[in-house]
T-cell receptor, first 114, second 111 residues
Framework: GAGVSQSPSNKVTEKGKDVELRCDPI?????LYWYRQSLGQGLEFLIY????????KSGLPSDRFSAERTGGSVSTLTIQRTQQEDSAVYLC????????????FGPGTRLTVL | KNEVEQSPQNLTAQEGEFITINCSYS?????LHWLQQHPGGGIVSLFM???GKKKHGRLIATINIQEKHSSLHITASHPRDSAVYIC?????????????FGKGTKLSVKP
């Protein structure tokens, strides 16, 4: 595709439910990043995949958060037993190819936990 | 770990004014990003730069690696430039890896 895509664009869920957020990076990009932006807050790093290396999970806020990247392409961010403080915009970015270090951001998924 | 400071936090300008937004960081890097976020919109990468200056239309970004400082300038500002501008650098320095972000500068350009 032309850019990074994310789905769904909006997700409303009830406290305690599990959610899955999907990211389709730009084809051929080897690096994929998840960030989140809570209301009124800045962007914060969650997790980083680079090629076949073990992901950098240092930004995940709790063990309720996990992510995987299948076949070096699509990534899924899973939040288990959602809490109200998980409400945020979750952004995915990818980089690679000729513009090796530049990160291209997806439109984000707005998660609302009721 | 890197730390990023951005200023000003809020900026209101009249259409046509020259705008400057500043970013400083604490750990040496070789790639700095300027991003733009419109209200309710997604994030767009404006620049990635490692030295000197880059220009795209009315936007100019400069970086001084030795002083660990970058500026984003907007010439002949227009209401459509109203957005949040965010500076970001690699958390552990260098040029790659996850980013740490400034808190953003909210720019409002009045007609």
């Amino acid at each position: 595709g032309a850019g990074v895509s994310q789905s769904p664009s909006n997700k409303v869920t009830e406290k305690g439910k599990d959610v899955e957020l999907r990211c389709d990076p730009i084809s051929g990009h080897t690096a994929l990043y998840w960030y989140r932006q809570s209301l009124g807050q800045g962007l914060e790093f969650l997790i980083y995949f680079q090629g076949n290396s073990a992901p950098d999970k240092s930004g995940l806020p709790s063990d309720r958060f996990s992510a995987e990247r299948t076949g070096g392409s699509v990534s899924t961010l899973t939040i288990q037993r959602t809490q109200q403080e998980d409400s945020a915009v979750y952004l995915c970015a990818s980089s690679g190819g000729q513009a090796y270090n530049e990160q291209f951001f997806g439109p984000g998924t707005r998660l609302t936990v009721l | 770990k890197n730390e990023v400071e951005q200023s000003p936090q809020n900026l209101t300008a009249q259409e046509g004014e020259f705008i400057t937004i500043n970013c400083s960081y604490s750990v040496g890097i070789s790639a700095l990003h300027w991003l733009q976020q419109h209200p309710g919109g997604g994030i767009v990468s404006l620049f990635m730069l490692s030295s000197g200056k880059k220009k795209h239309g009315r936007l100019i970004a400069t970086i001084n690696i030795q002083e660990k400082h970058s500026s984003l300038h907007i010439t002949a500002s227009h209401p459509r430039d109203s957005a949040v501008y965010i500076c970001a650098v690699p958390l552990y320095g260098g040029s790659q890896g996850n980013l740490i972000f400034g808190k953003g500068t909210k720019l409002s350009v009045k007609p």
